[in-house]
């Protein structure tokens, strides 16, 4: 049986896929976690949703963020083959990109900044939308330093988006009108 603690971060340490151990707020770690409490977000955000198709998008999102995550915390000069639930490429921005146009055929144009807010889903997607942008912002600050996939900045700069068309979108399915600033 796998025991859940191990005790080797005791000390303020971890490990990464390569056999390499770093310290806890190493960039990468901190662009690793933030990428989790985006997932957390996003569950949670899930977990209050009525609608079937949209908490299904959610979980799909879900499983794409923790391939960002394995992507994030594999420092092997070599990764060898990358199992296909790990494959993170431009199809899969481009598929937040219809989903995005999807969103915004369902919803009014936007005419002002509006208050972050709504329906309790319509608030837990803002509040994604937030997280994401702060995971967006530790990863860009570890790609100033080693290298990342673009294409893991592009999904979290297009996942915000989304995050935030889903959120327009939930708050008009539970009838809660928005609040423009």
């Known amino acids: 049986m796998v025991k859940i603690y191990t005790r080797t971060g005791d000390a303020g340490d971890t ?10 707020n190493a960039l990468r770690i901190e662009a690793c976690g933030a990428v989790d409490e985006l997932n ?30 394995a992507h994030l915390g594999d420092v092997r000069s070599d990764p060898g083959t990358v199992p296909e639930k790990m ?3 431009p199809d899969h921005v481009s598929a937040l990109e219809r989903a995005i146009d999807t969103c915004e055929a369902e919803i009014t144009p ?15 997607l803002h509040v994604a939308r937030t997280v994401c942008r702060g995971a967006e912002r530790r990863v860009v ?12 900045l592009a999904y979290l700069n297009r996942l915000s988006d989304l995050l935030f068309v889903l959120a327009r ?4 399915r539970a009838g809660v009108s928005e609040i423009p600033w």
């Open 169 to 172: 979108v939930a708050n008009r």
């Open 110 to 124: 936007l005419q002002s900044f509006l208050l972050p807010g709504g329906c309790e889903a319509g608030a837990r």
């Open 87 to 89: 494959r993170l490429g």
């Open 15 to 24: 490990g990464l896929l390569g056999e390499v151990r770093v310290r806890k």
């Open 40 to 69: 957390a977000a996003v569950g949670v955000a899930a977990a209050a949703l009525q609608d079937a198709d949209l908490r299904d998008l959610l979980h799909s999102l879900q499983r794409q963020l923790l391939a960002i995550g």
């Open 141 to 152: 600050a570890l790609a100033e330093h080693e290298a990342v996939p673009p294409v893991i």
